[in-house]
């Protein structure tokens, strides 16, 4: 009498049929953690980036912020922290006026707006179709991080006024 009654190949077609969902949910645990450390380092950047702007874009007391300093200066900065990959980022500088200094009405309250773009080309088969931004054929995901800062402004001394 046999106790186990062995049938060939099902050990095979069973990984067969699960190897595959096993993959795709690997893969989407790695492709997810890869975004997300992505995100970070972007989000930092753009952080940094305006920082960078609010210290640098005005080069008067009580002057109006320049926004060709900002963006040569970060483009600098883009370069010297991403080296090859710089060329990717694209990054956007926009300074806002949020208000007027009432004591003094020639100094203007402004606010520098840095938006970073990473087009984020995905690595894994399948979860690069699921995570992509349209079109999904082409398996990129942009990331995007917005940062804003107050520009850094010198008052004019009561004398000059």
Partial sequence: MKLFHRERGQVTVELMLILPVFLLVIFFVLEYGNIAYRTVVL???SYEFARIASLVGVDKPSGLANRTIMQQKIDHAKRK???QEADRLTVQVKVETTGMDPMYKKHRHQDVVVTVVYPLKLAFPGTSYILAN???REGIRRLTA???MPVEKAYLSSDQR
Avoid: K, Q
Wanted: aromatic fraction near 8%; proline fraction near 8%.
């Fill in 43 to 45: 989000n930092h950047a």
């Fill in 81 to 83: 922290v991403f080296g």
């Fill in 134 to 136: 349209e079109p999904r």
């Fill in 146 to 148: 917005t940062a804003r």
